[in-house]
């Protein structure tokens, strides 16, 4: 049987970890829950860089390498691949496609923070949902503005911002209610893909209000993509039968 080594940190790859065997391995950052009731084995933090990766892969008899990771996590894809590619220990990805633009989306498209902050000027009320990176910035923000934070992290805010601590999944209904209850009139989001953080685009399609999408990093080839976790679950099946 071939040993899997599984790169996770999404809820894509907790559906295939609940899949794996006894002898394969799911590998996490450290940044959040960590699962204690998966069949394989739970490992978190580093590997330091491709070459640790690889070592880890030789060291570990791992027999394939799947890349599971969130679309923006981008180093850690980047080092899957490298580290496939000097051990020849195949890797698949699971790659989930990217939300498209609909009619009555208002998208401003930008690269980096610089990007966002410029994009954001014309606005009083913004609903950051890309993770951590505005805590960094909560001294920076404009005397015109106050900002939400949405993110896995607890802290109290400032005077002119908000820090929530949710994780999704997110309904319409929900993300109405806090559109409405704080304002917004924008939201700053990655292009994540996927059913689970959706809502929020489709309040701001209905209310008319701009998202500020901040877009994917290019990410390395794989021997295998696949869109879904229940395509990639279908191909590791056939290949142990
Ligand atoms: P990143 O910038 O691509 O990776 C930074 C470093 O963290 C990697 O070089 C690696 O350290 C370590 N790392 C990342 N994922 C790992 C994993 N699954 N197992 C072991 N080590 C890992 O990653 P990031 O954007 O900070 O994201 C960190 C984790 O959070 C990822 O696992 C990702 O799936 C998850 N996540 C990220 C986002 C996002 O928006 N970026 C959103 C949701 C979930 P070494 O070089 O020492 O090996």
């Known amino acids: 049987m071939t040993r899997i080594l599984l790169l996770g940190g999404t809820g894509d790859a907790m559906q295939i970890a609940r899949e794996l065997g006894l002898r394969d391995v799911y590998s996490l950052a450290g940044l959040g829950k960590v699962p204690v009731d998966l069949a394989c084995a739970v490992r978190v933090g580093g590997f330091g860089g491709a070459e640790g990766l690889a070592r880890y892969l030789r060291e570990e008899g791992i027999g394939l390498l799947v890349d599971a990771t969130h679309p ?16 020849g220990v195949p890797c698949w990805a699971v790659r989930r496609a990217p939300w498209q633009p609909q009619a009555g989306d208002d998208w401003r498209m930008v690269d980096d923070w610089a990007g966002i902050v410029a994009a954001l000027a014309p606005f009083s009320r913004p609903l950051f949902t890309l993770g951590r990176e505005p805590l960094a910035h909560l001294d920076e923000i404009p005397a015109h503005q106050f900002w939400i934070v949405r993110c896995l992290e607890t802290q109290p805010g400032t005077v002119r911002s908000r820090v929530m601590d949710a994780r999704g999944p997110f309904s319409v209904e929900g993300e109405s209610a806090l559109f409405s209850e704080h304002r917004i009139d924008v939201v700053v989001s990655k292009n994540s893909g996927g059913k689970a953080t959706e809502a929020k685009l489709v309040v701001a ?3 008319g209000l701009p998202v500020v999408m901040l ?25 142990s039968s």
Do not use: C, G, H, K
Not at 74 to 85: G, Y
Not at 222 to 239: G, K
């Open 72 to 87: 923006y996590a981008a180093q850690i894809s980047a080092n899957a691949a490298s580290a496939s590619r000097a051990t």
């Open 205 to 207: 399609r209905r209310l």
């Open 215 to 239: 877009r994917r990093p290019a990410l390395a080839d794989v021997d295998r993509e696949f869109d879904t976790p229940a395509e990639l679950l279908a191909a590791l099946e056939a290949l």
